[in-house]
């Protein structure tokens, strides 16, 4: 048994619940935020026999691609006699952090 620990970008919740509930996954969500621009992300666990751990893994990857996007870079936190102006960044966002875990035993009450 295998747990895996995957921490996605919101926009990716929907898609990855769905594809993994329809190949006969169980996935707990756990809402949890930070990154460089401290944007919504959602740690997702997902028990797996070891047989359909590659099955799994395929899943996270198709559901979770990175994307470019603009935004405004984050104001120093320092302060600056001349001010500051903030000003359009290209980033890359989405994707998936993935640990997989072993599980010595696994109990369901």
């Known amino acids: 048994m295998k747990l895996i620990m995957a921490i996605i970008h919101d926009e990716d919740v929907g898609?990855?619940?769905?594809?993994?509930?329809?190949?006969?996954?169980?996935?707990?969500?756990?809402?949890?935020?930070?990154?460089?621009?401290?944007?919504?992300?959602?740690?997702?666990?997902?028990?797996?026999?070891e047989e359909r751990l590659d099955e799994a893994l395929k899943i996270v990857h198709e559901c979770c691609k990175t994307k470019k996007q603009m935004t405004i870079a984050n104001q120093p936190y320092t302060s600056s006699p001349e001010g500051y102006i903030p000003y359009p960044i290209e980033i890359t966002a989405g994707g998936a952090t993935v640990f997989v875990i072993d599980v010595e035993q696994f109990h369901k009450f």
């Open 15 to 49: 898609r990855l619940i769905t594809a993994m509930n329809k190949e006969g996954f169980q996935v707990t969500k756990l809402a949890s935020t930070g990154g460089f621009l401290r944007v919504g992300n959602s740690t997702m666990l997902m028990g797996v026999n």
